[in-house]
C-alpha cells in the first residue's frame, strides 16, 4: 500500500512506478532529508503539534533511519517513489504508526526544496574552497614565474611579452569572480522554505523561523507559492558551474597548446598526464582535454534546467524532479575537474628558455620601437608606419629587430640612438608597462599581493558560513 494509497482502487503499474520514481538518484539526498525532518519534528513538539513522547519517539527513529541508510541496511524501494517516501516508511517499520505524525504541517513539495538547498548549500562550500585552491596553485606558479618572460597573444599571434606569472594571475582574478558568484548565491540558497506545504501553508500553528534557525538559514522563503515552485538557486548554481567550466576549460586549451611541441612552453607531470596504447612516444595532457570536454555536460544541464522551468506554472509541478541528476552530475563533475587541477598546475614544470627564445625570435617589441619614436616627437600614428616599414625590412632580411645595425635604425629614423637596442630586450619591453594592472614586475608582484588578501577573505567566509551548516 502507497503511503498516499487512501484515494486510489488499484495498484499503480509498475511501469509507472518505474517512470516516475527518483530513488535511485535522490537517494542522494537522504541524510539532508533526514537533517530537514529531525528540526521539523522538534519545531512540531516546541509548538505542541504532537506530543512530546511521540516526537521523541520520532527523533530517535530518524537517527536510527539514518543509520541503517548509512550502512546500506535499509532497503530503499522504487515502489515508495522518492527518498522522502521511502524514510517515512523506514521510519514507520522502525517506530510504528508514530511514525506517520512526521508529516504533520509539511508537504513533499516543501521538503524536497529543503533537502535541495542543504544539499548545495554544503556543496557551496567545498566548492568555493577547491577553487580557491586551484586559485593558489596558480598565485604559486606566478611567484614562481616573475622573471620568466613569454609572448602575450591576441589572436594567437605573438603579440607583446608579458610574464608568465602575470599571465597566471589573470587566471587567479578570473576565478575570484567564481568565488564572488558563489558567495553572492549563498544568500538565494541559504532560507528555508519549509513550512510552506504543498503550496498555500499549513492550518497548524508551526514555527517556520524556529526550523530555519534549527538549521542554520539565514531567513525564509517569504512566499509560500514561491518557495516550493522556485528552483531559480538550482539554475544560479548551474550557471556559475558553467562559468567555472568555462574559465577551466580556457585554461585547459592553454596547457594542451603551451604542451605541444609546437610551443613546448612547459611540460606536466608524469602523475597528472597520460599514455598512448599504440605510441610509445606519447605523452597526452589527458586531464586537461577532459576537462575541457565536460564543459558540454555542464552548460547541458543548465541549458536542461532552464527548459524545463520555463513553462511551468505555480507551483510545484512533478517536472521539478527533473532538478536533482542535472545538478548532482554537475557537483561531481566541478569537484573533480577542481580537485584535479590544484595539483596539476603547481606540479606542471615551465620551460622558461623556451618561453624566452620565442620571444626573442618575434616582433612583439615592435609596440616599444613605436613608442620609442612618439617620445622622440613622432606622431604615434606616423610611428606605427615606420616601423611596420621596420619590420618589413627585418623580415626580408630574415632578422628581427635586435639583430639590427644601428645605421640601419637610422636609416628608418635619424633620431634613433643607441639606447634602443636596451629599450627593445625583452625585461625592458616587460617592465616598460609599469601601469596598474599592467605585466611589469612590481605590476604582477602587487597583484600577487592583493590576491593573498582575496584568500584570507575566501577563507574567512568559508569559515564563518561553514560553520554554521
Ligand atoms: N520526488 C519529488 C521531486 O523530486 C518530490 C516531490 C514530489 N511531490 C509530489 N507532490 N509529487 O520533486
Known amino acids: 500500500m502507497k503511503l498516499w494509497g487512501g484515494r486510489f482502487t488499484k495498484p499503480t503499474n509498475q511501469l509507472v512506478d518505474e517512470y516516475t520514481a527518483s530513488i535511485n538518484f535522490d537517494k542522494k539526498l537522504a541524510k539532508y532529508d533526514i537533517q530537514g525532518s529531525l528540526a521539523h519534528v522538534e519545531m512540531l513538539k516546541e509548538c505542541r503539534i504532537i506530543p512530546a513522547t511521540d516526537a521523541d519517539q520520532i527523533t530517535e527513529g530518524l537517527h536510527t533511519v539514518l543509520l541503517k541508510i548509512e550502512s546500506g541496511e535499509a532497503e530503499l524501494s522504487e515502489e515508495h ?13 522502525e517506530v510504528g504508526a508514530v511514525g506517520g505524525k512526521l508529516h504533520t504541517g509539511r508537504s513533499r513539495n516543501d521538503q524536497v526544496a529543503l533537502d535541495m538547498r542543504l544539499y548545495l548549500r554544503e556543496q557551496l562550500i567545498e566548492i568555493i574552497q577547491l577553487v580557491v585552491s586551484v586559485q593558489q596553485s ?6 614562481l614565474n616573475l622573471d620568466t618572460v613569454m609572448p602575450g597573444y591576441t589572436h594567437l599571434q605573438r603579440a607583446q611579452p608579458v610574464l608568465f606569472g602575470h599571465h597566471m594571475m589573470a587566471y587567479v582574478f578570473m576565478f575570484q569572480r567564481d568565488v564572488e558568484r558563489l558567495t553572492d548565491s549563498w544568500k538565494r540558497v541559504n ?14 500553528p508551526i514555527d517556520r523561523q524556529f526550523v530555519a534557525e534549527k538549521l542554520g538559514f539565514d531567513g525564509i522563503c517569504e512566499n509560500s507559492l514561491d518557495a516550493v515552485s522556485d528552483r531559480d538557486f538550482v539554475v544560479e548554481f548551474l550557471s556559475n558551474a558553467s562559468l567555472i567550466s568555462t574559465h577551466l576549460s ?8 603551451w604542451s605541444s611541441a609546437e610551443f613546448s612552453f612547459i611540460e606536466l607531470d608524469d602523475a597528472f598526464s597520460t599514455g598512448s596504447s599504440m605510441m610509445p612516444q606519447k605523452k597526452n ?4 582535454e577532459l576537462v575541457r570536454g565536460k564543459t558540454g555536460r555542464v552548460f547541458g544541464h543548465l541549458v536542461g534546467m532552464l527548459t524545463t522551468l520555463k513553462g511551468l506554472p505555480l507551483a510545484y509541478n512533478k517536472d521539478m524532479q527533473e532538478d536533482k541528476e542535472g545538478m548532482f552530475d554537475t557537483v561531481e563533475t566541478l569537484k573533480g575537474a577542481l580537485g584535479l ?28 620601437l613605436a613608442d620609442y619614436l612618439v617620445e622622440k616627437g613622432m606622431p604615434f600614428r606616423e610611428s606605427h608606419a ?29 633620431t634613433i640612438e643607441s639606447d634602443i637596442f636596451e629599450k627593445l630586450n625583452p625585461e625592458a619591453v616587460v617592465n616598460a608597462r609599469d601601469v596598474a594592472g599592467g605585466t611589469a614586475r612590481n605590476r604582477v608582484e602587487e597583484q600577487i599581493e592583493k590576491a593573498v588578501e582575496l584568500f584570507q577573505s575566501s577563507s574567512e567566509w568559508v569559515r564563518k558560513h561553514g560553520e554554521n551548516i
Open 81 to 93: 517513489e522518492d527518498i522522502h517516501m521511502n524514510v517515512e516508511k523506514l521510519l514507520i517499520e
Open 138 to 143: 596558480l598565485h604559486t606558479q606566478a611567484k
Open 191 to 204: 532560507k528555508s522554505p519549509l513550512g510552506a506545504g504543498a503550496l498555500a501553508g499549513t492550518t497548524f
Open 250 to 257: 580556457r585554461l585547459c586549451e592553454e596547457l594542451v597548446q
Open 285 to 288: 595532457p589527458d586531464v586537461a
Open 341 to 368: 587541477f590544484a595539483p596539476m598546475i603547481e606540479t606542471m614544470q615551465v620551460k622558461k628558455e623556451n618561453m624566452y627564445e620565442a620571444v626573442r625570435k618575434d616582433f612583439s617589441n615592435a609596440t616599444d
Open 386 to 414: 615606420v616601423v611596420g616599414q621596420v619590420v618589413l625590412h627585418c623580415i626580408n632580411g630574415n632578422k628581427y629587430l635586435l639583430d639590427l645595425t644601428l645605421k640601419e635604425f637610422k636609416s628608418f629614423s635619424e
